[in-house]
């Protein structure tokens, strides 16, 4: 019997009644009648300003029939911030209108990570300028598998370092897998491990049934952009890359991938998810930069994606998954806790940690920035509506 059924038809009925007192409960007290949009706001500024809940911005201003487009608020509009009679007073039309969260204030924190299916049809790095151990910036590196490449063609150096994948079992709840990679983007011995517990997935789900299994993905770490100076030529096996004067040490082994013009949004609307997940789907499986825990403005790996339903500007809120505990009170005071049967076990809530927005979306993964928290988000808490009481 999955023990969760219950707690997730709570939940729901939970999050239905948030979500229909959420228009009426939102305004902060204390607020002004009005407000004068001013040059360098954004919607996320005025709303986490005079907002309970900052995400719901596109709901409370649509629901005002002044407001034909929530997106276009011009410095010089009046806002009303009263509950009844909302009216937005336009003011003079000279400047560009407001955005969500400009890329601008968020872009020094991003790290130029993305998710790929496979990598091992991408050209890699065979060699080093003197055949050193690394490179960096300014140097030289030799590319195999990119014959007929023109000069000046330009290419970002990138790393296979981790591998997702998801144990999708009967009961509650699934098991992510993170496995690290090897300088060739081989799975390293003994890493396929569940990012939480560091148990071995395989033993997990031989003690609890599994539907199936999936990769999510490979994730590639940019280590820095180059310029094509020669192609193979003159019986050449290897096209000569000359490092940009900045970025991350390169390595035999990296791998390549054309440059992208613009690899995030120029603006991000931030909105709540688009559905509820099933307890256990959606988790945080890893930090940016190897890291087991982060605060605001770290970059976390977030175990969905745009198969989802989630795309750019989704918010959630994060929770401590709550833990099972023994019932030593009630059965036999001092005891092996271990030793306590699971019947006389006392579940315990999910503890809030903070909201993250995601930034970048791929098919089965998305990246997301933590925008606020009252404690560190970790590898695991689980995701939910950022309305979410419980």
């Known amino acids: 019997m999955d023990m969760m059924k219950p707690l997730r038809a709570v939940a729901a009925a939970a999050l239905l009644t948030v979500a229909a007192y959420a228009v009426s409960q939102d305004f902060r007290d204390g607020h002004p009648d009005t407000y004068t949009v001013k040059r360098g706001d954004t919607l996320w500024d005025i709303s986490a300003r005079f907002l309970k809940r900052p995400w719901l911005w596109p709901e409370i201003w649509q629901a005002n029939p002044q407001i034909r487009n929530p997106h276009l608020i011009y410095p010089g509009d009046v806002i009303s911030l009263a509950y009844l009679d909302r009216v937005v007073t336009p003011g003079p039309r000279t400047e560009a209108p407001i955005t969500g969260v400009p890329l601008a204030e968020v872009e020094p924190f991003l790290k130029n990570l993305r998710v790929v299916d496979s990598f091992e049809q991408l050209p890699y790095v065979v060699g080093l300028e003197e055949d050193r151990l690394r490179a960096t910036g300014g140097q030289v590196v030799y590319v195999k598998g990119l014959d007929g490449v023109q000069p000046g063609t330009r290419y970002a150096v990138v790393r296979p370092t981790v591998r997702y994948g998801r144990i999708d079992r009967t009961q509650c709840c699934d098991i992510m897998t993170k496995a690290d990679l090897d300088f060739r983007g081989g ?202 009481a419980y």
């Open 187 to 388: 799975r390293i011995a003994g890493t396929n491990l569940d990012p939480v517990s560091g148990v071995d997935p395989l033993w997990a789900s031989l003690l609890v049934p599994r539907k199936g299994s999936e990769i999510l993905g490979h994730e590639l770490m940019q280590q820095g952009v180059g310029t094509i100076s020669r192609g193979t030529v003159g019986g050449i096996e290897a096209a000569t890359l000359v490092m940009d004067g900045f970025g991350r040490e390169i390595r035999v082994g990296d791998r390549l991938i054309p440059v992208e013009a613009q690899p995030y949004d120029l603006q991000f609307f931030p909105h709540p998810p688009k559905a509820q997940f099933e307890y256990g789907r959606a988790r945080v499986i890893a930090v940016a930069d190897m890291l087991t825990a982060g605060g605001p403005r770290d970059v976390v790996a977030l175990s969905v994606g745009a198969r989802d339903g989630v795309d750019n500007g989704t918010v959630f809120s994060s929770w401590r998954v709550g833990e099972t505990t023994a019932d030593l009170v009630a059965k036999g005071g001092e005891r092996d806790p271990t030793s306590v049967a699971r019947a006389d076990r006392v579940r315990l809530p999910d503890e809030f940690a903070g909201h993250l927005m995601v930034f970048r979306t791929f098919d089965k993964v998305s990246y997301a920035l933590v925008m606020d928290s009252i404690r560190p988000t970790r590898l695991g808490y689980e995701l939910k509506h950022p309305d979410a």
